[in-house]
């Protein structure tokens, strides 16, 4: 459940390119990974993942 609503916010921002990014949970803790074109996609997809509801913590290995 939580990938689905990550996967959507993320696919929703006009910031992310969804292109290289992989998603999972597990207990509440969402793991980003992949790669994204900056450090500042990255801090932006840590955000949005962070604020969803029922994410706990976010593990964010993306690349830029």
Wanted: no cysteine; charged share 25%.
């Amino acid at each position: 459940y939580l990938e689905k609503m990550v996967k959507y916010e993320l696919a929703h921002s006009d910031q992310i390119t969804m292109d290289n990014i992989s998603i999972s949970s597990n207990h509440g803790i969402v793991f980003l990974n992949g790669k994204v074109g900056s450090l500042e996609e990255a801090g932006e997809a840590e955000e949005i993942a962070g604020a969803i509801e029922g994410v706990r913590e976010v593990i964010n290995n993306l690349n830029w």
